[in-house]
């Protein structure tokens, strides 16, 4: 198993396999951890694509293996980085960064009920916001074209009673019956009225043009609606956590939870304490380097002078010249 266990965490198995317990118990303690977050996204890829995306049982089994693998690929390279305080950050980040997708992923999952009759809600929302984007275009014509027809209304209305007024005595040239004048007055009148109705009919062309608008709107809006998007069943979690209290502290709870066992490979790497094996990689890492920095230094430094079959030849040149 620990042949194994070195396979998943990139360590030298045949350094680790005589060093101390506490190294190699720590070996395991890691590779082990990795378990946790891999399979989490291998549940939670599975259940992503078959419940929520509704995606047929071969895509949601290779979205799953496909999940799993790029998270074990991650949480591996975060056990194998070694080095600077920046090491450590960048080791933090990409591991806080994991378990926080990790953690929204599966509360889309165990929420799926809640937050599928939140989107629910959302919807005659959601179409409304898109009408009143259309209305609010169009209304500044449309009242600009009210008025327009108001007024013409009443210019009509008033041409009207200044011929009836004319035709009856009451009013203009105070002579009552069909004058002259009051045939002008009655083409005005006509005229206002043609002029009123022609507005009225534009005002018409409008509104109907605006509902025609809103009719695609909604026939777009139910055809291209989809409960299942991901980003709206986010933005609907997030809208049901504000929005309830007691979701937000169950969402709280668990997706601190989510987040703990996510980053578990980050606080056994991070607080555990240095083993033996460890101290003799940083070990051999120093003396690589010192030796490195020595070989610089000797500008007439042969580098096949340390070859073993250099070295023997050596070894027996000197044994053959000290016969004579």
Partial sequence: MLKYFCFLTGDDYQMLQNDTPASQKKV????????????????????????????????SITTAIICAFLIFSIERAIIMMRGSNWVIVIRVLMGLLVACLGSIAIDEVVFDRD????????????LEEDLNKINIENKENVDKQIQLVNTKYNIWQKAVNDAKQEADGSGGSGHRGVSAITKIKEVYAT?????????????????????????QIQLDFNDNFNSHSILLRIQALFELVCENT?????????????????FMVIIIKLLSHETNYERKLDMIENIGKRKMEALLKNAAFDPLEFHPLIKQAKTSLNKTSSIF
Avoid: H, R
Wanted: proline fraction near 2%; charged fraction near 15%.
């Fill in 28 to 59: 395991k303690l890691l590779a082990l951890c990795l378990f946790i977050p891999t399979g989490l996204w291998l549940i939670n890829g599975y259940l992503l694509a078959k419940s929520i995306m509704q995606c047929t049982i071969m895509v």
């Fill in 115 to 126: 937050i599928t009759i939140q989107v629910a809600q959302k919807k005659p929302l959601m």
């Fill in 191 to 215: 005229q206002a009225q043609e002029d009123y109705q022609n507005n009225k009919s534009s005002l018409d062309v409008l509104n109907n043009t605006i509902e025609d608008k809103n009719k």
């Fill in 246 to 262: 007691w979701m937000k502290i169950i969402y709280i709870i668990f997706t601190l939870l989510m987040i703990f066992l996510e």
